[in-house]
């Protein structure tokens, strides 16, 4: 492929990927929301175990939650906290969609206090990612708080604000930290 066919190329991709990005604001998190009638809410995040790379390694871990767009059935936002060799803590890993403005990152906010930024640091076909290693600070945050919100930008201006429930992540935190 020649260079300006490649160019081509990743100009059709970008100029693709900030057409996908303009979907509805309109959005929710793919967990069950609890009834009305119920009288504790509801956990929102599933702890999940596979094999790994081979079905003779040990399990692999994580915890995540999706937030989807209604309409159109598309992930917006996932979710992961997984487990870091020699750490204390876990990683937070955010799979955003393509079209994410890389330049601007993803600003985090638990709760009301103050939001941080953390850089887009890849992409693949599966979309975009950051990732963040847990400090004390952030996991204490977390354990604690009721929600945090992500805002991040498509690179057509698009802004998004997406919300996560904070409801049982400790629960499947200290769950995942006992392997």
Request: aromatic letters at 6%.
């Amino acid at each position: 492929m020649t260079l300006t066919n490649l160019m081509a190329t990743r100009r059709a991709a970008i100029l693709a990927a900030g057409l996908a990005l303009s979907m509805p604001a309109a959005f929710a998190q793919t967990t069950d929301r609890p009834t009305a009638a119920a009288q504790t809410p509801k956990n929102n995040w599933a702890v999940n175990c596979g094999t790994g790379e081979t079905a003779e390694g040990p399990l692999v871990c994580q915890m995540m939650q999706n937030v989807v767009v209604q309409e159109t059935n598309q992930r917006l936002l996932t979710v992961v906290v997984r487990p870091q060799k020699d750490s204390a803590n876990h990683t937070l890993t955010l799979a955003l969609p393509h079209g994410v403005d890389f330049l601007k990152g993803v600003d985090v906010q638990v709760d009301d206090k103050e939001s941080f930024n953390v850089p887009v640091q890849t992409s693949s076909a599966q979309g975009a990612f950051s990732n963040l290693p847990i400090s004390d600070e952030l996991l204490a945050q977390l354990k604690a708080g009721t929600a945090i919100k992500f805002n991040f930008q498509a690179v057509s201006g698009q802004t998004f604000a997406v919300p996560i429930s904070l409801i049982g992540f400790s629960t499947a935190y200290d769950k995942l930290s006992a392997g």
